[in-house]
T-cell receptor, first 112, second 114 residues
Framework: GQQVMQIPQYQHVQEGEDFTTYCNSSTTLSNIQWYKQRPGGHPVFLIQLVKSGEVKKQKRLTFQFGEAKKNSSLHITATQTTDVGTYFCAVDDRSGTYKYIFGTGTRLKVLA | DGGITQSPKYLFRKEGQNVTLSCEQNLNHDAMYWYRQDPGQGLRLIYYSQIVNDFQKGDIAEGYSVSREKKESFPLTVTSAQKNPTAFYLC?????????????FGDGTRLSIL
């Protein structure tokens, strides 16, 4: 079946440093979504990427979809303590249903 | 405000007991989902439903049951057959319009064994 690998599993950064998490699929994706889950909270939708090579920005966050639509990245510039949480990617399982497969997540800790 | 409401926030289950987690949405979304999250882990799909009176098993459906009698409601029952029920349970919903749309999550229910 379809597999979604997310790396790294954990990342500790000093406040002000940059951070990147990667999501890799074994198959070509139709689209990819990114979510953020704060400690003790629920996942919150950040963005959806659809087009090959697409790049979208939200303030300090930059999202990229690979040219082959098999991978994606989320980059945070100059991290802040408010960026703490776990970042998940989610991909369409391509079965024609409403079902998504979530990556294992990258847990980010920001040290002040 | 539109959103997803899960209740209760905390739930304790005695051995041999079935418990039901509530999930209600007023977003007029077609699809609803139940996920299980264990500490430090990702989301694993238990059941999902695309339309009323229809639902499909996810990756870890054993020991769980659901119903979808109304568009707004998708309750999850954790049965006594689920031997390790302690986890954080998340309900979500989404539209389906020319492809999958973002999932909106409830605040979750934390289930523990007494």
């Amino acid at each position: 079946g379809q597999q979604v690998m997310q790396i790294p599993q954990y990342q500790h950064v000093q406040e002000g440093e940059d951070f990147t998490t990667y999501c890799n699929s074994s198959t070509t994706l139709s689209n990819i979504q990114w979510y953020k889950q704060r400690p003790g909270g629920h996942p919150v939708f950040l963005i959806q990427l659809v087009k090959s090579g697409e790049v979208k920005k939200q303030k300090r966050l930059t999202f990229q979809f690979g040219e082959a639509k098999k991978n994606s990245s989320l980059h945070i510039t100059a991290t802040q303590t408010t960026d703490v949480g776990t970042y998940f990617c989610a991909v369409d399982d391509r079965s024609g249903t409403y079902k998504y497969i979530f990556g294992t997540g990258t847990r980010l800790k920001v040290l002040a | 405000d539109g959103g997803i409401t899960q209740s209760p926030k905390y739930l304790f289950r005695k051995e041999g007991q079935n418990v039901t987690l509530s999930c209600e949405q007023n977003l007029n979304h077609d699809a609803m989902y139940w996920y299980r999250q264990d500490p430090g882990q990702g989301l694993r799909l238990i059941y999902y439903s695309q339309i009323v009176n229809d639902f499909q098993k996810g990756d870890i459906a054993e020991g769980y049951s659901v119903s979808r009698e109304k568009k707004e409601s998708f309750p999850l029952t954790v049965t006594s057959a689920q031997k390790n029920p302690t986890a954080f349970y998340l309900c979500a919903s989404s539209l389906y319009r020319d492809g999958n749309q973002p999932q909106h999550f409830g605040d979750g229910t934390r289930l523990s064994i007494l």
